[in-house]
């Protein structure tokens, strides 16, 4: 596994990347933190074995309960996964895609069911840098101010679900926050 298999929320000032708040891997600490600025993250169990090269099917087939779980609590309309292998070739325009602050008309849903990834979410005055591991499910609300970082040597796969699929695209705020803090990796 990697060095940084623990979920961890960081919170720094907005105006500051060294003015760093608090840290903690505590999960119901973090949950509440985010619970008060309206993000939804929540331990869930994710002990499927997914073989090499398991594709969408697959990691859907594995996942089934808790995606009917999610659906039928939630009404998502759709699910997909991104799922990205220890050592695959030039990433590094996937880890661009979204490394600047964006925004989105719908929420953004992750159930990460094998490695890592760092949302920062940009809420009033502060930046909650929230590395989610295995298991972990994030529900970023429409409209919050935000960016993911899926490192330098990336390996993950999460499931998203959508409300709707074609409303997913990212607006980006062209605020150049994002490069002033520490990056996953
Ligand atoms: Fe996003």
Not at 124 to 138: E, H
Request: include cysteine; hydrophobic fraction near 40%; charged fraction near 25%.
């Amino acid at each position: 596994m990697t060095a940084t298999a623990t979920t961890t929320l960081r919170i720094y000032s907005d105006t500051d990347p060294s003015a760093l708040a608090l840290e903690t891997s505590d999960g119901n600490r973090i949950a509440a933190e985010l619970r008060d600025i309206g993000v939804r993250f929540e331990r869930w169990s994710a002990g499927a074995h997914l073989a090499p090269g398991a594709d969408q099917e697959a990691v859907i087939a594995a996942y089934r309960s808790s995606i009917d779980a999610l659906i039928s609590e939630c009404g998502y309309q759709s699910v997909d996964v991104v799922r990205v292998e220890r050592g695959t070739p030039n990433t590094e325009p996937m880890r661009k895609k979204f490394l600047d602050e964006h925004q989105h008309s719908e929420d953004e849903v992750r159930f990460f069911v094998e490695g890592r990834g760092a949302f920062y979410l940009h809420v009033g005055d502060r930046v909650y840098q929230t590395v989610c591991v295995k298991g972990d499910l994030i529900s970023v609300p429409a409209g919050t101010k935000h960016w993911f970082d899926m490192g330098a040597d990336p390996e993950f796969t999460a499931i998203r679900l959508f409300m709707n699929p074609e409303g997913w695209v990212a607006n980006f705020t062209g605020d150049t926050i994002a490069a002033g803090y520490p990056k996953l990796d």
